[in-house]
């Protein structure tokens, strides 16, 4: 009993306006409070001393824009796992004016009135005709992410030429292959399995639901008794069929088996170590959210053209509903074109001294490798004292020739 009603513990991403991220998992019955006071702890060390400083900062839902309550629970401000949360300082109160200042102010306001839509009319009637794209706001807020895909195949690519003279890169890359044997996107916990199972569920059902509903169990049992009758409950999830994940694996061990016969001597370590760069990415397959997948498909489109959009936008139902009702650009394989190694944004990223030393780690490589394929992973890449100080690099980059 004790295990199927203890609290659910949510990961939540924080972000400060000076730009620092991080992931705090705390459980879903902890205060905005507590979990404020975590967040200070985190990024302002010694921030508590002045009991203050918890005060005079609040927390709001990145998605819903709203002030969460310092009283309430984690559960009770309805707060989702994975959801992102700002962490910022309250603005002062001004001061409040005297009589005397009040009067000119309000004298000065109906000197500045702005003018009605009637005026505005009237003194534009001459001026030309003009249609605005209201999709180029769209295309700009997504124009850093689609730029950094770029910028992370080419990088890519260097990164696996330098790592070729390594002669440690081999055994590494081995290791790490083996990790990437247990996905993180396909593993279920054990313990919840166990819960429904204990409950009764068939185990293929009780692994169905938890993947619907992110591993909450009480979610993922109501699904289950919601659909107890259903026909289809037992039928894989859109994209995630077993007979997929068979070819793929097939796939990669054929091509595992046909590259370093064809050298000899010295090229069979870099042979070896191309093979293992091959296994990785296949091993980096996109997971598309099941639910999403439902959801778009009951609207009519196709199962692959869904899994496209979903690919295309980072998993983001809404954005992929816009994708499949528009143009369609960018397109899927446009996903797997790198930067103009030529331009001025990625040559300055290759200049850059952090940059440079961090393409020599094989962890770097990784870490790009993962964020292709599973985007959400970037703020566990961006806090890794290894690869976090390369994407800061990058991030920075992007952004100062952005503005120029």
């Not at 659909?227 to 054929?254: C, N, R």
């Not at 093979?275 to 099941?290: C, G, T």
């Not at 499949?324 to 990223?349: H, M, V």
């Not at 394929?373 to 566990?380: D, G, L």
Request: with cysteine; glycine share 4%.
């Amino acid at each position: 009993e004790e295990k199927i009603f203890a609290g659910k513990v949510l990961r939540l991403h924080v972000c400060t306006m000076e730009g620092a991220e991080w992931l705090e998992e705390v459980p879903e019955d902890t205060t905005v409070e507590k979990l404020k006071e975590r967040c200070l702890k985190h990024c302002v060390p010694g921030s508590l001393e002045d009991p203050k400083t918890v005060t005079h900062h609040k927390l709001i839902h990145a998605t819903s824009e709203k002030v969460l309550t310092d009283t309430k629970t984690v559960l009770e401000e309805n707060i989702q796992d994975r959801d992102v949360l700002l962490l910022i300082k309250k603005r002062a109160p001004p001061p409040l004016p005297k009589m005397a200042d009040v009067s000119a102010e309000e004298k000065r306001k109906q000197e500045q009135k702005a003018p009605d839509k009637d005026a505005i009319l009237k003194a534009t009637a001459n001026l030309p005709s003009r249609s605005v794209d209201r999709t180029v706001a769209h295309h700009n807020m997504r124009d850093f992410q689609t730029e950094l895909r770029k910028i992370l195949l080419s990088l890519i690519e260097v990164a696996q030429k330098l790592l070729a003279l390594n002669p440690e890169a081999v055994e590494l890359f081995k290791r790490a292959n083996a990790m990437l044997d247990e996905d993180e996107e396909d593993r279920v916990d054990e313990i919840a399995l166990r819960q429904l199972t204990e409950m009764g569920f068939p185990e293929s059902r009780a692994v169905k639901a938890l993947r619907l509903n992110h591993m909450s169990v009480t979610q993922a049992m109501e699904w289950l008794i919601e659909h107890a009758d259903d026909p289809a409950v037992d039928a894989p999830l859109p994209g995630q069929t077993p007979s997929e994940a068979t070819d793929e694996a097939g796939a990669a061990s054929a091509e595992a088996a046909a590259g370093p016969s064809a050298e000899a001597g010295g090229e069979e370590a870099k042979d070896e170590l191309t093979e293992l760069f091959k296994k990785i990415r296949r091993k980096r397959k996109f997971h598309p959210d099941p639910r999403a997948v439902i959801a778009l498909m009951e609207m009519g489109f196709d199962e692959k053209e869904v899994v496209d959009a979903l690919k295309v936008n980072n998993n983001h139902q809404n954005a992929a509903c816009e994708w499949l009702l528009g143009d369609r650009k960018p397109s899927p394989e446009d996903l797997y074109k790198g930067i103009d190694t030529n331009s001025p944004l990625f040559q300055a990223i290759l200049e850059n001294p952090v940059v440079q030393l961090g393409l020599t780690n094989p962890k770097t490589l990784l870490a790009f490798e993962d964020m292709l394929e599973n985007p959400m992973n970037s703020t566990q890449w961006m806090n890794d004292p290894e690869t976090g100080p390369v994407m800061l690099q990058i991030s920075r980059i992007f952004q100062t020739l952005n503005r120029t």
